[in-house]
């Protein structure tokens, strides 16, 4: 009495047995398979056609000690949240999958012990390279990734100098949101943002006055505070309660503080936007499309960043060489309601600095 096998319990089909049905050599079947070797097209069809049919699927570790590689990246990242680092990957992903390549994601914290074991664990795997990553551009991970023997590219976090790095174009994003205003006939564009120690602080606020000035329009001191909702609820307080003209915009540094700016302006009457425009900056979608009105934000195009983060890992991985130095990305202007638009769409930036 034959038993039939029990799920999950049958051989994986072999290459010889894929090699048979089509009628070829193992070693022809190894090459079409491998896009290698010299044939016709209808043969290399057939034998894929015949290895997806009989459900085939290569060995990776002899893939990998075939071509010296391990089809694996590492992800390093202090981004504890993943507000920044998981929009990266998802476009790190786009850009590895179609070549084979899987991602592991490691949260190093602030904690160089930590981050030195990630590394440690990456270099066991021999991963093929990685690429770092965090939560603000101005500081680097807890760990030097100089000396590494392998393909480091830095995405959205301080890198280390010679080396390939991407960032979004921040002033670029603030100039169109600025240019946005100013095409709806606002003329008194506040700037309210977060903490003096970020460097995307004065980086933006330098781009909100160096555009006023372009467009020939009243200068405003930035206000600095929290990256919070409550901080933009109380800068309403100092903007608001002076006896000089109201201003009847706000550019604001991320989308908590847009959003706690636009309630603390609902509860004095104030109507956004006929009264005010507010513009945040992250397009962190959970923030802005339920705020009331929905929140025109600049998004940083992080998944397109992480994109182009992957695809030169890839070419340094393939020993090619890739530009040295930081590429600054365009960012986007997502268009809601709360500066005056009644339709949600999208204004790319037509150039990028750097």
């Known amino acids: 009495m034959t038993r039939t096998p029990r799920p999950g319990t049958m051989k994986p089909t072999t290459l ?8 070829v050599s193992v070693a022809t079947a190894s090459k079409a398979l491998n896009g290698q070797g010299r044939m016709t097209p209808e043969t290399r069809t057939l034998i ?16 990998s000690l075939l071509r010296n590689r391990s089809f ?20 790190i992903s786009e850009a590895l999958v179609d070549k084979g390549v899987s991602v592991f994601l490691c949260n190093v914290e602030d904690d160089p012990r930590l981050a030195q074991l990630h590394v440690n664990a990456m ?37 280390d100098p010679a080396s390939v790095a991407f960032v979004a174009d921040e002033a670029g994003g603030v100039r169109l949101a600025i240019e946005h205003f100013a095409g709806l006939g606002r003329r008194r564009i506040a700037h309210v943002t977060g903490p003096a120690s ?66 603390a302006l609902r509860e004095r009457g104030v109507d956004v936007p006929a009264q005010v425009g507010v513009i945040g900056f992250d397009n962190w979608e959970i923030m802005a499309t339920q705020s009331r009105p929905p929140l025109t934000s600049v998004d ?4 397109a960043l992480g994109r182009e983060a992957g695809q030169a890992l890839l070419t340094l991985v393939d020993g090619q060489k ?33």
Request: net charge neutral.
């Open 72 to 91: 694996t990246v590492g992800l390093l990242t202090n981004d504890t949240y993943g507000r920044f680092s998981l929009p990266l990957m998802a476009g």
């Open 300 to 303: 940083m195009n992080l998944t």
């Open 198 to 263: 970020f460097a995307v602080v004065h980086l933006r606020a330098q781009a909100h006055r160096e555009t006023l000035e372009r467009l020939g329009l009243p200068a405003f001191e930035p206000l600095l505070g929290s990256w919070s909702e409550a901080w933009g609820h109380e800068a309403v307080g100092r903007l608001f309660d002076r006896e000089a003209e109201w201003p009847d915009a706000v550019f604001c540094g991320n989308d908590q503080i847009a959003r706690g700016m636009i309630d």
């Open 123 to 159: 270099l066991d795997k021999r991963v093929d390279g990685i690429i770092a990553t965090g939560k603000r551009i101005d500081r680097r991970l807890p760990i030097d990734l100089s000396g590494l023997r392998m393909p480091v590219v830095y995405a959205f976090t301080e890198p």
């Open 322 to 354: 890739a530009e040295i130095g930081i590429r600054k990305l365009p960012c986007r202007l997502v268009v809601r309601q709360s500066c005056g638009q009644s339709e949600a769409r999208a204004i790319e930036a037509s150039s990028t600095a750097g």
């Open 16 to 23: 010889r047995e894929v090699a048979v049905a089509a009628g």
């Open 48 to 63: 894929r056609e015949t290895a997806e049919r009989m459900g085939f699927r290569p060995n990776a570790l002899a893939q």
